[in-house]
């Protein structure tokens, strides 16, 4: 039997995390519980091309890497000049966006276009939005078939027009696992819902997720226990899931679940190293 913590991820991830993720102890395996397909429609270029022509001031938001990658296909698959035309039109735009992979992903496909609001889930950014907003600004929320509904009503409560971009569908993708494990990392709602359609999690594995409203899905279907980092990115949650095992981080309990308070590296280090020679 392998001495390494056992961690299913519902989604892709780096493969230098994971390589490293191994040498500090945990094997990784990677299993997609949900499948995005963009949707490669002309109106959607349109759309934005209205927008650029009409000379608004446009801010557009984003609260998942998945828009971000679908508008570029879409795009490039719809539109003459493909990407460049994106960000030639969009040149004069902002942006919104969620941190962490969100973040990373617009940063990539929109080098040079400012981002004034950033949020760790989709009310901070809400809030963010209407804190930088000015009158006049055309807000367009790009998102998925399976958007959250947060950050729409709490922008449309305060009487400002959102408007809609839907890039792409989300399926679930869900597999029925014969496999225990010691943790599961959940991004999303979706992933989720997914898993739990064909899975119920055995006593004493626990639930990692990247805020709160995908804690708030879990808790749906199981008791569990649950860990979450509030800022949404890979590296924070695979921190959230060492530092747990290894009992190196302190962690705050609210509402039934653990939050990461972050931790001193040279400690973790000095931990798994300590962790490792037990194994021997």
């Known amino acids: 039997m392998s001495d390494l913590f056992h961690i299913l991820s519902t989604r892709k991830l780096n493969s230098s995390a994971i390589r490293q993720a191994r040498d500090e102890g945990f094997e990784i395996c990677e299993k997609e519980f949900i499948r995005i397909q963009p949707k490669l429609d002309k109106k959607i270029v349109e759309g934005f091309e209205n927008l650029g022509a009409a000379g608004k001031n446009v801010l557009m938001i984003f609260t998942s890497a998945n828009a971000v990658y679908a508008l570029a296909e879409i795009f490039e698959s719809c539109a003459g000049g493909g990407r460049q035309r994106l960000v030639d039109l969009t040149g004069e735009w902002k ?5 962490g992979r969100t973040a990373a992903a617009v ?38 078939s399976q958007r959250r509904s947060e950050l729409p009503e709490l922008i449309g409560h305060r009487g400002w ?14 597999v029925k696992l014969d496999e225990i494990f010691d943790g599961i990392i959940f991004f999303s709602p979706s992933a989720v819902h ?54 190196n981080d302190e962690f705050k309990k609210e509402d039934g679940c653990f939050y990461c308070l972050g931790g001193d590296s040279a400690i973790f280090s000095t931990v798994v190293l300590f962790f490792n020679f037990l194994k021997c």
């Open 194 to 247: 997914s898993f739990f359609s064909l899975n119920e999690l055995p006593a004493g594995t626990v639930c990692f997720a990247i805020g709160d409203t995908t804690a708030s899905a879990i808790r749906r279907h199981t008791g569990a226990r649950i860990v979450v980092s509030r800022e949404a990115s890979q590296e924070k949650i695979l921190k959230a899931v060492k530092s747990f095992f290894l009992k």
């Open 107 to 144: 940063r990539e496909l929109f080098p040079r276009i400012s981002i004034p609001a950033l949020g760790n889930d989709a009310t901070g950014l809400a809030h963010e939005i209407l804190r930088v907003c000015e009158p006049g600004t055309e807000l367009v929320f790009c998102c998925g």
């Open 95 to 99: 942006i919104a966006c969620l941190a």
């Open 161 to 174: 027009h959102l408007h809609e971009m839907v890039l792409y569908e989300t399926h679930s993708g869900a």
